[in-house]
């Protein structure tokens, strides 16, 4: 098969880089490898089968290979319009982008028909195919490793992928493959003389969030060109955050949806508490954050919630008003979401609201333009010198309380971070300034450094100036 991923560069060794699929039935341990390989919890992983639903891609390191692996949701068999088949046509999709695919069975369990429906379809594909026997930490696996043979697809890579067991087998299985391939006849690749890579700007990671059902993951498919992620009229098919490597006008974007957040007396134990757990993560580890609302029951309580829980993360938010060409009260809708924002987080005003169809793709670069602007906002600075004009302006228009009779001072000011705005007042007493005059400083700032709908972070120290100049008699030695 061509490899046009592979550069041959590599004389006596194998360093390349390629994509690996792990494949199986459900709960054979296809995660809890893909967590082993990539070094991180990525992948949900319980006890009940089918938690993995969308394919997710991680980069994985096994001793000397490097290379992109795939977990994909479990192959089933089941009807055409069902969410099962749709998990399935994930999995045959990854199984067509891979190099490698890996077919994973329970040795605990032994061969059940299912594997062996499945280990007949991998044997027609064209992409190479490994058998490993998972599960093998102790004797009672034995017995289903050696019925493994039966699958006709070699002798199995015997490990555990929960304890780390059987890695270098695998590790050997995999560059006896890849030498294989690389014995095949490949197109040669150049690079382009002369020409310098482009500089490297960081990756903007955007995480969209909402309740369930709002079109998250419809949005994803739409913006990617591609049924990257599964959807239909099912609540809840997402289950964990999937990040997918994608580019908006040149500006590279780590897009992850995640599965919809209920409210907490209603989320169940097990599985839906640790999707909801992943989500807040994603949020958390998010530089932009789209919140999706559903036009027809625009910002309720738990839209709020989230929203309250983005801008406490200190994240950047953008709204996005979704199934807008259902909408039969636009300006009403409208009317509603502005006052629910502006009475629920009164201190960030500003906030972008697009409204869209991500079914019909309507508004969608409106979405990301907003993002992107958001963002520039999110990283912005304001020099130290104008900031202490601006501070002598504003005391001087409104000067600080003086509680017992002595004035507070505000001395001196400093941007100390950016993603969020974060600024640092020397104060004489930081515990007696009011909240009401914070309030009028982080507004003052929001307006006139043009600031709007990211959070603002104003911090009191005590202390003089630490930038002024020092009374170098106090530095003489006595």
């Known amino acids: 098969m061509p490899l046009g991923r592979y550069r041959a560069l590599w004389p006596n060794d194998i360093d390349m880089s390629f994509t690996l699929a792990i494949l ?6 296809k995660s809890t490898l893909f967590n082993r ?5 990525l992948a949900l992983v319980a006890p009940e089968p089918g938690v993995t639903r969308d394919r997710r891609e991680g980069q994985a390191h096994l001793y000397d290979l490097d290379f992109t692996v795939i977990d994909t949701a479990g192959l089933e068999e089941a009807a055409e319009d069902a969410l099962e088949r749709r998990m399935r046509a ?6 067509a982008e891979a190099d490698v695919a890996l077919l994973l069975i329970d040795a605990r369990t032994g061969l059940t028909p299912l594997d062996r429906h499945f280990a007949n379809l991998l044997r027609r594909s064209a992409t190479p195919v490994i058998l490993v026997a998972n599960k093998c930490e102790g004797a009672a696996a034995e017995a289903g490793a050696a019925e493994a043979f039966a699958l006709g697809l070699g002798e199995p890579v015997a490990l555990s992928a929960e304890h780390g067991l059987g890695l270098a087998d695998l590790h050997e299985a995999l560059k006896d493959r890849l030498q294989e391939l690389e014995a095949e006849p490949q197109e040669e690749t150049f690079e382009a003389e002369g020409e310098e890579p482009e500089p490297d700007t960081g990756v903007l990671q955007l995480a969209i969030v909402g309740r369930p059902n709002v079109g998250k993951s419809t949005l994803v498919n739409r913006l990617l060109g591609d049924e990257r992620v599964l959807t239909g009229p099912e609540a809840g098919i997402t289950r964990d955050s999937i990040a997918i490597e994608w580019s908006y006008k040149n500006h590279p974007i780590r897009l992850i949806d995640t599965a919809g957040l209920r409210r907490r007396s209603r989320v169940g134990k097990g599985l839906e508490r640790l999707s909801t757990a992943d989500t807040i ?63 629920s987080l009164p201190r960030v005003r500003g906030i972008p609201v697009v409204t869209l169809s991500a079914l019909r793709g309507e508004n969608t670069n409106r979405l990301l333009d907003a993002v992107l602007d958001i963002y520039e906002i999110w990283n912005r600075r304001v020099s130290t010198p104008v900031l202490n004009r601006w501070l002598a302006a504003m005391t001087q228009a409104h000067p600080p309380p003086a509680p017992g009779g002595r004035r507070i001072k505000l001395r001196y000011m400093t941007q100390a971070s950016a993603r969020p705005p974060t600024f640092a007042v020397f104060c004489s007493r930081p515990k007696d300034l ?30 003089d100036n630490p930038y002024a100049p020092k009374d170098r008699r106090a530095r003489k030695p006595r």
């Not at 390989?37 to 919890?41: A, C, E, F, W």
């Not at 994930?90 to 199984?95: K, N, T, V």
């Not at 994603?282 to 027809?296: I, R, S, T, W």
């Not at 005059?437 to 120290?461: A, S």
Request: proline share 5%.
């Open 24 to 29: 199986g039935r459900p709960n054979v341990g």
């Open 37 to 41: 390989l990539v070094g991180r919890r």
């Open 90 to 95: 994930q999995s045959e999709r990854a199984l």
């Open 281 to 343: 993560r994603a949020v958390k580890y998010a530089q932009v954050v789209v919140l999706m609302v559903d036009a027809g029951m625009p910002m309720e309580k738990q839209d709020l919630t989230i929203a309250a829980h983005v801008i406490e993360e200190g994240r950047a938010l953008v709204i996005a008003v979704n199934k807008w060409d259902a909408c039969a009260e636009r300006e009403a809708t409208m009317s509603v979401v502005r006052d629910r924002l502006e009475r």
């Open 434 to 463: 009011p909240d009401s005059y914070l309030r009028y400083l982080e507004n003052g700032l929001r307006e006139d450094f043009d600031l709007p709908g990211t959070p603002i972070r104003v911090n009191l120290r005590k202390g």
